[in-house]
Every structure is written in C-alpha cells, then in structure tokens.
C-alpha cells in the first residue's frame, strides 16, 4: 500500500494561513474518519496535533484544524509563527486493518 | 505523568536481530494499543505495525512478516519489538508509541537509533 500524498513542502509568511492536503484512497482517507496529523520538529520526536480528522489534543493551539473532503484530508495552520516551521505529517486507519503515513511536508516560514 | 521511555541506540551487522524495549509508566497498561513506527535518515514516517496489549495479538503489513515480532511484559509494563534479518536499509531511528483509543498515536518514545552496518 503506497503511503497517502502529500506536498514535499509549502510556504507561508507570519500571521498568513496555510494549508497541507494529504490525498489516499477510498480504502484509507475516504472510508474512515480516523486522520490524524503529526507536527515534527527537526531531530525532536513527533508530536500529535489533530486526531478524527478535526479534533484537537489538550494543549494543541487552535491555529491548528482539519478538515476531510472525499479521499482528501486537509491540515490548516492559521496565523503562522516561527515557531510552526517543522514536518508534519498525516496518518489513516485502512481498510487492511493497518495503518498508512504520508510522505511528510515540511512548513518553511519566511 | 504518562512516559514511554526506550532502550538505547544499538549497532548491528547484517543479518542480525535487534530487540529494543518500551517501558511504560503513568497509565493503564492494558488499555492502549502500542504502535511502532520508524524514520530511516533524511526520511518519512513509517508504520510497523502494533501490539493489542491486552489481547496479547499483534499486527503487522506485509513487508514486515516473517521477520518482525512484537511482545509485551504486562508485569513491567513494556512492549518489545524485535526485528530480524537486518539490512543496512534498516537503518533508522525506532519510535514506540501509545494509541489514543483514537485511532491516534499521542505519546511516543524518544526513540531509537538502529544503525546496520558490516
């Protein structure tokens, strides 16, 4: 099973609002509502941010949100800091029973 | 607080086996699945497989079978996932990590660095 589709990376000025699509299949993406998004800083561990598509752990900043269209799951950043520069990446439950990653994006900040 | 913490960095030649631990601590043992996932260098994520801890059962994709095992010691409170016949693409940093219930990884280990080489 290839891994889900995401950009190799994408840019955005302080304070603008960014968005990261990660594309599977109707067998990952588009049959269950279990995405979740993962923010990984350089040499640090990753650390989850959206889980269910939508919802966000305690103590994640609500500038972070998902959303879902189809096989297509979207990670939105507003209000972008410094500080959000990092790879992130998302993940599906399958219909295999696993579990699929996307190749990663990496947020550039200017 | 709940801690996964990992064994160190191990070197190996090929054709090993490497086995690295996760000691858990500050929750219910029996109540989270434990993912293993790893980055080789410069690389993405990548999903090896989980262990149902309570069930004891485990579940691996296809490329892994046949040379992956995960385990698990209910009186510590630790998973161990043992990999065989290394390669040098092998090579990569090993995270643990815990399932949210939802279908979500939310506290993982510092990981582990595995280097394969002759």
């Known amino acids: 099973q290839s891994a889900l589709t995401q950009p190799a990376s994408v840019s955005g000025s302080p304070g603008q609002s960014i968005t990261i699509s990660c594309t599977g299949t109707s067998s990952d993406v588009g049959n269950y509502n279990y995405v979740s998004w993962y923010q990984q800083h350089p040499g640090k561990v990753p650390k989850l941010i959206i889980y269910d598509v939508t919802s966000r752990p305690s103590g994640v900043s609500d500038r972070f949100s998902g959303s879902k269209s189809g096989n297509t799951a979207s990670l939105i950043i507003s209000g972008l800091q410094t500080e959000d520069e990092a790879d992130y990446y998302c993940s599906s439950y399958t219909t295999t029973k696993n579990w699929i990653f996307g190749g990663g994006t990496t947020l550039t900040v200017l | 607080q709940v801690q996964v913490v990992q064994s160190g960095a191990e070197v190996k030649e090929p054709g090993a086996s490497v086995k690295i631990s996760c000691k858990t601590s500050?929750?219910?043992?029996?109540?989270?699945?434990i993912h293993w996932v790893r980055q080789a260098p410069g690389q993405g994520l990548e999903w090896m497989g989980k262990i149902n801890v309570n069930e004891d059962t485990a579940r691996y994709p296809q490329r892994f079978q046949g040379r992956l095992t995960m385990t698990r010691d209910t009186s510590t409170s630790t998973v161990y996932m043992e990999l065989s016949s290394l390669r040098s693409d092998d090579t990569a940093i090993y995270y643990c990590?815990?399932?949210?219930?939802?279908?979500?990884?939310?506290?993982w280990g510092q990981g582990t660095m595995v280097i394969v080489s002759s």
């Open positions: 990590a815990r399932d949210n219930t939802r279908w979500a990884l939310d506290i």
């Open positions: 500050g929750y219910t043992f029996t109540r989270h699945h």
